[in-house]
């Protein structure tokens, strides 16, 4: 399944509120190899973004976030992370078919665009 680092990123939200105890075991072991590998995605991309700000700012005093020393330095990363956030990547599992979660899963309008990766029967 393919979708983009900012899908995933606002997917990985839902699915971590997804209550999976009462799922039968076959649909909870295909979404729990899915979130896996969303999170590993994630993680994957963290420390590409951490890399980039390391290229083009500095950490500031207090360690908590970077700062770019010129305006040429900001664009240029901001430019990088805008390539970066819409990688595709490509998720290992099988869309879920949407009757299998009907009951676990409440999404808003809002959120359907990034459920649709990985529930089929929303198109």
Do not use: C
Not at 95 to 114: G, N, R, Y
Request: cysteine-free.
């Amino acid at each position: 399944m393919k979708t983009s680092i900012q899908t995933l990123l606002s997917a990985v939200q839902l699915l971590e509120k997804l209550d999976m105890t009462s799922m039968k075991l076959s649909t909870a072991y295909r979404f729990n190899k899915i979130i896996t590998e969303a999170k590993a995605a994630t993680a994957s991309f963290e420390e590409r973004r951490v890399a980039l700000a390391k290229k083009f700012g500095k950490l500031n005093d207090e360690g908590t976030k970077y700062e770019f020393p010129t305006k040429k330095d900001e664009e240029a990363f901001g430019a990088a992370f805008g390539e970066l956030i819409q990688d595709e990547v490509d998720i290992v599992g099988e869309k879920i078919h949407i009757d299998l979660l009907d009951e676990f899963i409440k999404l808003t309008p809002a959120q359907i665009p990034h459920a649709l990766w990985f529930i089929d029967g929303l198109e």
